[in-house]
């Protein structure tokens, strides 16, 4: 099912998966790519730590290719990762690293070709005398991320999908990209979003008092 769910994911984008279902989790903006390559799939790998990255070396070493590492640090500033971690990342092929805390070493990582993202940026490093606790649901961005969770970003952010339910989504946001795709042809045209949206009919219902929703009208 991984191999579908990252072909259809390679063709949406975050912001239609979230036009798509009330039940996609989208982390917090204030975890920013800080390498070269925002974009990334892959189901959660999970560590919980703080202030002491001994976990993410645990974490890294059991993750396999293609997984993303996702780790709970509480939203601390100590950095839990760096250049080394990605190096090992990137020679074990994971599709990605996130990391609520620190992330440090840019003068590699902000040219590296790993999807890095992080709440913070610090030169400081955390201790490792503290095991991290993995494999549990744990809370990265402001979202609950479960172990296999599927783990999707792109340059407008980080979103998390139930692996039941990831195809169903990932395939209605496909649909909602075409529709798309032959709006953006109607405004080269010279249409305006009045010509392409029901938008008359939505206002006017709206000061009725009445349930309205704003749609194409192709």
């Not at 991984?2 to 239609?16: F, K, N, S």
């Not at 074990?92 to 913070?120: N, T």
């Not at 490792?128 to 970003?153: E, F, M, N, R």
């Not at 946001?173 to 405004?187: F, G, I, P, S």
């Amino acid at each position: 099912m991984m191999d579908e769910i990252r072909r259809l994911a390679a063709e949406v984008d975050t912001t239609a998966l979230c036009d798509v279902g009330d039940d996609v989790r989208v982390m917090s903006p204030a975890l920013r790519c800080r390498s070269a390559n925002p974009v990334m799939c892959g189901p959660a790998v999970t560590v919980r730590c703080r202030d002491d990255f001994f976990g993410v070396i645990q974490a890294i070493e059991v993750a396999s290719a293609g997984d993303v590492l996702v780790v709970d640090g509480g939203g601390r500033e100590t950095a839990l990762a760096g250049e080394l971690f990605a190096r090992v990342a990137l020679g074990k092929g994971l599709a990605g690293i996130v990391v609520d805390g620190g992330y440090r070493d840019l003068r590699f990582v902000a040219g590296c070709g790993l999807p890095v993202y992080s709440r913070h940026v610090t030169p400081k490093a955390g201790t490792t005398t503290k095991p991290g606790i993995l494999g549990a649901t744990v809370s990265c961005g402001g979202v609950p991320v479960h172990p296999g969770d599927v783990v999707i970003a792109d340059h407008d952010g980080i979103v998390v999908l139930d692996p039941a339910v990831a195809v169903a989504r990932l395939t209605a946001a496909a649909q909602v990209m075409a529709t798309e795709a032959k709006v953006a042809e109607r405004l080269a045209a010279g249409a305006t979003l009045a010509d392409v949206l029901n938008t008359a009919e939505h206002a006017d219902r709206l000061t009725r008092g009445e349930p309205s929703r704003l749609r194409f009208t192709l």
